[in-house]
């Protein structure tokens, strides 16, 4: 039997009293603030992080001004191994509240619709949630129904600290150096923004922030995002007939106007959209935030074309109105950059392999902090957590999903000082 697997064979994990505790601190992120991070209480799990870390024996944990976790597990082999780094966000999503998180152990599941006790009417069923299938006879965790879980991304967390224990537990497992990276607003796109690179010195990285058992995420969509201004024509009411053009109208005239078939609610696997997130505004003047996606850059390309055909287009019958389309980059599809260093990927698949799990190579429709981290120079592929259902009240994930997770951490840091 593999060294590690008969090690894990004997360890109590950690993993889900540290999940248990991380969910019922409130870290969710906002769009609208101008601050860094977005949250001061993000700050809050990043200091407890910070005092398990040293408590565990490392030393040089810190979180600094922004919010960001950094420590360092030193290396135990000679070799001269490359220095990876692990990552996961502290925030949870601005979609669903996460205050006063109730975190509930439905164990030993067999199947049954999971009916969560302070809203009845939220049901996590296999129906609508299939990968419940997959889970018969392991421990379920829930919110209560009127929060999310906060699995996206504290399994991720969790997973990376009892993984980083246990390495600690077992000097024989050899490895170089490992660097630990959590981050706060991911969840709003601002992840990596502030990042110090000097500060997490490595060359290769891997976000623990997938769904699935045994999945790896090499590739993302590329992403934009727009801003539409529009100018409109007001008048007062009583006196506005063939005089007043609503900026309000004019918005709705053209979110009504986009390609039915380019809608997040329309597509699925690889295709893109444009997808409106927010309007705000009044008859003189109104803003539309607008997200676009596809996995290439023409594509993604052609999706800010279409918006700004679609706002010409409606701007032709409002003389008196203008309106201007600003588009900006977000993150581009990682797989750009992992296919130069396919080793990254390919000892991934290596370590879930060693942990008894059947790897599948998976695109994700959204982005992680590797996507823009593999741009910065950081090759980062995305790795399983187990979380399912994210950004909703019917979040869950399962206890012996994360604790391969954290099996297949260890197994890859010890593959690369093998391979080294």
Known sequence: MNLINEKFNQYSYTVT??????????????????SFP???????????????????GISNAEIDE??????ELPANSSKKVPTIFFCAHMDTSPDCSGTDVKPIIHRNYQGQDIVLPDDPSQVISSKNHPELLNQIGNDII??????????DNKAGV???????HFLLKHPEIKHGTVKILFTPDEEIGRGTDKINLEKLNAQFGYTIDGETLGHIENETFSADAAVVKIQGYSTHPGLAKNKMENALKIAAEIIQSLPKDKAPETTEKKEPFIHPTSIHGNIDYTEINFILRAFDDKTLL???????????HVLKNFPRSKADVKIYEQYRNMKQVLDKHPFVVDYAIEA???????????????????????????????????EHAFHSKQEWVSVQDMQKAVKTIVHLVSIWEEKS
């Not at 977005?38 to 565990?56: A, H, I, R, W, Y």
């Not at 922004?66 to 420590?71: E, L, N, Q, S």
């Not at 919110?143 to 879980?149: D, E, K, M, V």
């Open 158 to 164: 969790a997973e990376i600290m009892d993984a980083i």
């Open 142 to 151: 829930t919110a209560s129904g009127t929060t999310l879980l906060g699995a």
């Open 352 to 386: 879930i392999k060693r942990t008894g799990i059947e790897p599948t190579l998976h695109s994700v429709r959204g982005g992680t902090d590797g996507s823009r981290l593999s741009y910065m120079g950081l090759p980062c592929p995305n790795i399983f957590a187990g």
């Open 302 to 312: 052609e999706m800010g074309d279409i918006l700004k055909h679609t706002v010409n």
């Open 17 to 34: 009293d540290r999940f248990i505790k991380y969910v019922q601190i409130d870290t969710q992120s906002d769009p609208n603030s101008g």
């Open 66 to 71: 922004y919010g960001y976790v950094y420590a």
């Open 38 to 56: 977005s949250t001061e209480k993000q700050k809050n799990l990043g200091k407890l992080l910070v005092e398990e870390l040293k408590q565990m």
